[in-house]
C-alpha cells in the first residue's frame, strides 16, 4: 500500500506561482512513477504531468508545458508541481497519482494506469 498526502495548494491570482506536493509512504517511493492530475465538478480527472521513478523522464499536458515543472526527491518521499504564470482555467483539485512502474523510465498519461491516489489540494486562480 502507498499513502499519498497533497499540500500547498491556495488562492492565487492570475500571473502568479504555487507549488504543491505530494507526500508519499508505505513503501518504495523511488520504485514508483509519480503523476499530477487536476479535476474540475462535472468533469473527468485530466492530465498535468508525470515523472518517472529515475525522474530522466517527464511529461507534460500541452496547456502547461513551460508553465510547470515537475520533480521528485527520493529521499524526502516527495513529488513537487511548481506551478507558474497561473491562469483561472488552471483553478481545479489537484492529485497525485502513484503507479507501480515497470521500468525506472516509464511515464503514464492515464488516469487508469495509476494505482494510488491522494485526497487532492484545491487550487483557485483568480483573475
Not at 12 to 34: E, H, I, K, P, Y
Not at 111 to 125: A, E, F, H, M
Request: glycine share 8%.
Amino acid at each position: 500500500q502507498v499513502q499519498l498526502v497533497e499540500s500547498g495548494g491556495g488562492l492565487v491570482q492570475a500571473g502568479d506561482s504555487l507549488r504543491v506536493s505530494c507526500a508519499a509512504s508505505g513503501r518504495t517511493f523511488s520504485n514508483l512513477a509519480m503523476g499530477w492530475f487536476r479535476q474540475t465538478p462535472g468533469k473527468e480527472r485530466e492530465f498535468v504531468a508525470a515523472i518517472s521513478w529515475s525522474a530522466r523522464r517527464t511529461n507534460y499536458a500541452d496547456s502547461v508545458k513551460g508553465r510547470f515543472t515537475i520533480s521528485r526527491d527520493n529521499a524526502k518521499n516527495t513529488v513537487y508541481l511548481q506551478m507558474n504564470s497561473l491562469k483561472p482555467e488552471d483553478t481545479a483539485v489537484y492529485y497525485c497519482g502513484a503507479s507501480q512502474a515497470d521500468y525506472p523510465s516509464s511515464i503514464y498519461v492515464l488516469p487508469s494506469l495509476y494505482n494510488y491516489w491522494g485526497q487532492g489540494t484545491q487550487v483557485t486562480v483568480s483573475s
